[in-house]
């Protein structure tokens, strides 16, 4: 088959007039920083997940961060999660001090598997944190159900979860803590930039406080017109706020969430109609409960060849790809602070040497995609 000449990259946002026409006007407005558009973004978000409150962040990272502080999980605590997921998650619960506890995922859909849950809780046990994993819900009824029954928090990191619903349900439904992240690759962007959804209305509080430096009133409102300028801070808090700048970017990307997650589904269909059957490859598993994928990444697993090579082939092909994700519980910290260790997680290991993402934006044109089948092919025909 023909080379093509230009790069197809793993991701690249959706940028059109609307993101420019929005983050122009905020620009001339006279406020870029956090301000209406941050609140209209919140309010947003609140009607697409139905959750009672959403908190706009510069990151998910720092949703998760200032959540588990909130949350007053610890030194001393557990906290349940899957090691296929972003250093992020981890990297939160280390901080803290708290000890993440690895649960095994499905091989198929790379989710959390929540058959397994239940025996890795003890005394200690504090939180579950599933992973939406890329676009697919985890089985909320089940971890709903397994956190009733012991008392436990859930955190869901719903990441790669903007346009995922499980039954019906928006991820960030459930009542819960949920956190989102709008980095350039996923299925929203606000160049960066993240959101809490919850229905707690003291954690909102408490939330919006460990924000913003502790101070209880937004600085648009001090500085309005007859807005009164003092201010108290009866805790410390952090810099974790978004831009208007950033929001208004965020609030043109989900204003076009159908018609972007839309064009994501039709990649996603022509790569397993294209895929199916290849002799080498194996597909993403398709959840057996009803849900929605928002399609965020489209990994598959190579079998018949050395995953290194297959992604310099890809590279001679001018075709991106991604890793998602190497197992956080053999990156090198983890294995010397918690003293986790190859063999504990068998499908997590399975998965985790052949993974790889193949291309998935938007603005991919569905020949792009045939592009890619007929490479992947041509690969594993030869090598
Ligand atoms: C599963 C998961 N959780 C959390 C994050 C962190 O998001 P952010 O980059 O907005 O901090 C990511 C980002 O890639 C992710 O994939």
């Given at each position: 088959?023909?080379?093509?000449?230009?790069?197809?990259?793993?991701?690249?946002?959706?940028?059109?007039?609307?993101?420019?026409?929005?983050v122009l006007n905020c620009m001339k407005s006279g406020w870029i920083t956090t301000g209406p558009s941050c609140k209209e973004f919140e309010d947003k978000f609140c009607e697409l997940t139905g959750a009672s409150h959403a908190i706009a962040l510069s990151s998910a990272t720092a949703g998760m961060h200032i959540a588990l502080l909130a949350l007053k999980i610890g030194q001393g605590d557990e906290v349940i999660t899957p090691s296929m997921t972003f250093a992020s998650t981890v990297n939160m619960i280390a901080i803290r001090k708290a000890k993440p506890v690895f649960v095994d995922i499905d091989y198929d859909t790379l989710n959390i598997d929540a058959d397994l849950i239940e025996e890795k809780i003890t005394s200690n046990t504090k939180a579950i944190i599933p992973v939406h994993?890329?676009?697919?819900?985890?089985d909320m009824d089940k971890i709903i159900k397994i956190a009733k029954k012991h008392n436990l928090l859930i955190i869901e990191d719903a990441a790669h979860a903007v346009g995922t619903y499980y039954k019906g349900v928006h991820a960030g439904g459930f009542g819960h803590i949920a956190i989102f992240s709008f980095h350039p690759i996923k299925n929203i962007t606000s160049g960066e930039g993240g959101m809490i959804t919850l229905s707690d209305e003291k954690l909102q509080k408490d939330l919006?406080?460990?924000?913003?430096?502790?101070?209880?009133?937004?600085?648009w409102k001090r500085y309005g017109k007859g807005g009164n300028p003092e201010y108290d801070i009866c805790q410390p808090g952090f810099k974790y706020n978004l831009p208007d700048m950033?929001?208004?970017l965020g609030l043109a990307q989900l204003s076009r969430l159908d018609e972007i997650n839309r064009k994501r589904a039709e990649i996603a269909a022509i790569y397993m109609k294209g895929l199916k059957d290849v002799t080498g490859l194996e597909l993403p598993g398709i959840a057996e409960y009803s849900h929605v994928n928002a399609n965020h990444l489209f990994v598959v697993k190579v079998l018949s060849m050395d995953r290194g090579l297959f992604m310099e082939k890809l590279s001679e092909y001018n075709i991106g790809y991604g890793l998602h994700f190497p197992a956080c519980h053999l990156l090198n910290y983890i294995k010397e602070e918690f003293g986790t260790e190859k063999g504990m997680l068998p499908e997590t290991e399975r998965a985790a040497k052949k993974i790889i993402s193949l291309p998935l934006f938007p603005d991919m044109k569905n020949d792009d995609a045939s592009y890619v089948c007929?490479?992947?092919?041509?690969?594993?025909?030869?090598y």
């Amino acid at each position: 088959m023909k080379i093509r000449e230009d790069f197809l990259p793993l991701s690249k946002p959706s940028v059109g007039e609307k993101e420019i026409n929005n983050v122009l006007n905020c620009m001339k407005s006279g406020w870029i920083t956090t301000g209406p558009s941050c609140k209209e973004f919140e309010d947003k978000f609140c009607e697409l997940t139905g959750a009672s409150h959403a908190i706009a962040l510069s990151s998910a990272t720092a949703g998760m961060h200032i959540a588990l502080l909130a949350l007053k999980i610890g030194q001393g605590d557990e906290v349940i999660t899957p090691s296929m997921t972003f250093a992020s998650t981890v990297n939160m619960i280390a901080i803290r001090k708290a000890k993440p506890v690895f649960v095994d995922i499905d091989y198929d859909t790379l989710n959390i598997d929540a058959d397994l849950i239940e025996e890795k809780i003890t005394s200690n046990t504090k939180a579950i944190i599933p992973v939406h994993f890329a676009g697919v819900p985890a089985d909320m009824d089940k971890i709903i159900k397994i956190a009733k029954k012991h008392n436990l928090l859930i955190i869901e990191d719903a990441a790669h979860a903007v346009g995922t619903y499980y039954k019906g349900v928006h991820a960030g439904g459930f009542g819960h803590i949920a956190i989102f992240s709008f980095h350039p690759i996923k299925n929203i962007t606000s160049g960066e930039g993240g959101m809490i959804t919850l229905s707690d209305e003291k954690l909102q509080k408490d939330l919006s406080l460990l924000r913003f430096h502790g101070i209880e009133r937004d600085a648009w409102k001090r500085y309005g017109k007859g807005g009164n300028p003092e201010y108290d801070i009866c805790q410390p808090g952090f810099k974790y706020n978004l831009p208007d700048m950033l929001a208004a970017l965020g609030l043109a990307q989900l204003s076009r969430l159908d018609e972007i997650n839309r064009k994501r589904a039709e990649i996603a269909a022509i790569y397993m109609k294209g895929l199916k059957d290849v002799t080498g490859l194996e597909l993403p598993g398709i959840a057996e409960y009803s849900h929605v994928n928002a399609n965020h990444l489209f990994v598959v697993k190579v079998l018949s060849m050395d995953r290194g090579l297959f992604m310099e082939k890809l590279s001679e092909y001018n075709i991106g790809y991604g890793l998602h994700f190497p197992a956080c519980h053999l990156l090198n910290y983890i294995k010397e602070e918690f003293g986790t260790e190859k063999g504990m997680l068998p499908e997590t290991e399975r998965a985790a040497k052949k993974i790889i993402s193949l291309p998935l934006f938007p603005d991919m044109k569905n020949d792009d995609a045939s592009y890619v089948c007929e490479a992947i092919k041509e690969i594993l025909r030869k090598y």
